[in-house]
């Protein structure tokens, strides 16, 4: 792997030297274990952001479609309302993507 160390181990080493050489792979592996828990985490967290978006793309039509079939009838949000709530949903949309993608793709 990139940037580790390798250590050459004599036949007969003494206490100290065997003591690095296990030290060492101890650290490879809880390294290991480590990226294995953050993929496993990134794949949840991933599935649970995809679904919130999706209910709020939802609640995004939802409104649209009630706002234009109950507006001619004279029931329903004053345009500047509509315009407010579907653009602050959208931005909150957008921003929920990006914490969620800072935190999943964060560089190491």
């Known amino acids: 792997m990139e940037g580790e160390a390798t250590f050459e181990v004599a036949r007969h080493p ?9 030290e ?3 650290g ?6 480590s990226d294995e ?5 990134r794949v949840r967290y991933a599935s649970h952001a995809y679904g919130i978006t999706q209910a709020w793309i939802g609640f995004l039509m ?4 009630a706002q234009f079939s109950l507006k001619p009838i004279g029931v329903g949000l ?13 931005a909150s949309v957008f921003g929920f993507w990006l914490l969620v993608g800072n935190y999943l793709f964060r560089s190491k």
């Open 62 to 65: 939802v409104l649209t479609l």
């Open 37 to 41: 828990q953050d993929i496993g985490e």
């Open 24 to 26: 060492s792979v101890r």
């Open 78 to 90: 004053s345009d500047a309302t509509f315009i407010a709530v579907f653009t602050t949903t959208t």
């Open 14 to 22: 003494s206490s100290a030297e065997e003591q690095e050489a296990l």
């Open 28 to 33: 490879r592996k809880l390294r290991n274990d």
